[in-house]
């Protein structure tokens, strides 16, 4: 694996077509699989690992997100990545950046009104890696549902010669999806935590019963989340990030909530004819918490 600094030398690295895996870093299972699938779709695997200073709305959550580049980098080794794009913020921003990339519609509620201006520090940041990196493809997963709709959107609107590939959700053995955040929820609150994915889970056998009324899946979400600070429960079109009334088209039905400090977001992807996308569970403990007392 090779190790870039910069736009200029990471593209002078690249033959053939290339599979973009954007990180930023302490990577879990979910980009390992990310990693995985743009193996076997290009020529080369090339990873980006950047702390992204513009999708921060709480300094406090930028200055603790875990920075561990030698184990990253082993990881991104090991998973078969070829570039490892690594800039510094030098490099990402050389002057202090009056631009911003805002997707309109797409971004405004759910997550957007929760975090003012992470979408469009994630929007630039994107962009900025699409067009310096010029990958054929790029992989997120589905996780981040509402990121991923806009991220499509505005590859559309910008016309950038990339393809989106959303990948599956990863989740840890109890159901939470992969997060670095899952490190810091406390022991006693794990239990609190994996329901969140329980009441969504509950909510796709509604769906794959019959149901298509937004507001009876939403509530049979929200009945795993009592007690819980519940920032939102949404159904939501899966092109627009819209809310929707009814389940009749391909939508996601998303949550986010704080246990015990720590902000979670899930969702699962369900589709008009009862069938759903809830993820892939992990056989065994991730290695999100490998020397973690």
Same mark, same amino acid.
């Given at each position: 694996?090779?190790?870039?600094?910069?736009?200029?030398?990471?593209?002078?690295?690249?033959?053939?077509?290339?599979?973009?895996?954007?990180?930023?870093?302490?990577?879990?299972?979910?980009?390992?699989?990310?990693?995985?699938?743009?193996?076997?779709?290009?020529?080369?695997?090339?990873?980006?690992?950047?702390?992204?200073?513009?999708?921060?709305?709480?300094?406090?959550?930028?200055?603790?997100?875990?920075?561990?580049?030698?184990?990253?980098?082993?990881?991104?080794?090991?998973?078969?990545?070829?570039?490892?794009?690594?800039?510094?913020?030098?490099?990402?921003?050389?002057?202090?950046?009056?631009?911003?990339?805002?997707?309109?519609?797409?971004?405004?509620?759910?997550?957007?009104?929760?975090?003012?201006?992470?979408?469009?520090?994630?929007?630039?940041?994107?962009?900025?890696?699409?067009?310096?990196?010029?990958?054929?493809?790029?992989?997120?997963?589905?996780?981040?549902?509402?990121?991923?709709?806009?991220?499509?959107?505005?590859?559309?609107?910008?016309?950038?010669?990339?393809?989106?590939?959303?990948?599956?959700?990863?989740?840890?053995?109890?159901?939470?999806?992969?997060?670095?955040?899952?490190?810091?929820?406390?022991?006693?609150?794990?239990?609190?935590? &994996?329901?969140?994915?329980?009441? /969504?889970?509950?909510? #796709?056998? @509604? $769906?794959?019963?019959?149901?298509?009324? +937004?507001?009876? =899946?939403?509530?049979?979400?929200?009945?795993?989340?009592?007690?819980?600070?519940?920032?939102?429960?949404?159904?939501?079109?899966?092109?627009? &990030?819209?809310?929707?009334?009814? /389940?009749?088209?391909? #939508?996601? @039905? $998303?949550?986010?909530?704080?246990?015990? +400090?720590?902000? =979670?977001?899930?969702?699962?992807?369900?589709?008009?004819?009862?069938?759903?996308?809830?993820?892939?569970?992990?056989?065994?403990?991730?290695?999100?918490?490998?020397?973690?007392?």
């Amino acid at each position: 694996m090779k190790v870039a600094e910069t736009f200029a030398e990471c593209r002078s690295l690249t033959e053939g077509s290339i599979g973009l895996v954007p990180t930023l870093g302490y990577l879990h299972e979910g980009h390992l699989d990310l990693m995985s699938r743009a193996k076997v779709g290009n020529d080369q695997v090339m990873a980006s690992l950047f702390v992204n200073p513009l999708q921060f709305d709480e300094v406090a959550d930028f200055d603790a997100y875990p920075r561990q580049f030698e184990r990253d980098a082993r990881l991104m080794k090991q998973a078969g990545v070829d570039i490892l794009f690594a800039p510094s913020v030098e490099e990402m921003y050389p002057i202090e950046p009056v631009t911003r990339v805002v997707v309109g519609g797409l971004t405004e509620s759910m997550e957007g009104a929760h975090r003012p201006g992470h979408f469009a520090g994630v929007a630039t940041v994107v962009t900025k890696l699409l067009a310096g990196l010029q990958p054929d493809r790029a992989y997120f997963g589905k996780k981040d549902a509402q990121q991923l709709a806009m991220v499509i959107r505005l590859t559309v609107d910008l016309s950038l010669p990339v393809e989106i590939v959303p990948c599956s959700t990863i989740r840890e053995s109890d159901g939470l999806a992969l997060s670095s955040r899952n490190i810091r929820i406390p022991a006693g609150d794990r239990d609190r935590a &994996a329901r969140v994915s329980k009441g /969504l889970f509950a909510a #796709a056998e @509604l $769906a794959a019963s019959g149901e298509r009324d +937004g507001q009876v =899946l939403e509530r049979a979400a929200l009945e795993y989340l009592i007690g819980i600070d519940v920032e939102y429960v949404a159904l939501a079109e899966r092109a627009t &990030a819209q809310r929707l009334a009814t /389940l009749d088209r391909p #939508a996601f @039905l $998303a949550t986010a909530v704080r246990i015990g +400090g720590v902000r =979670l977001i899930d969702n699962v992807w369900l589709e008009p004819n009862g069938t759903s996308d809830r993820g892939t569970l992990l056989r065994s403990t991730s290695i999100l918490y490998e020397g973690v007392n």
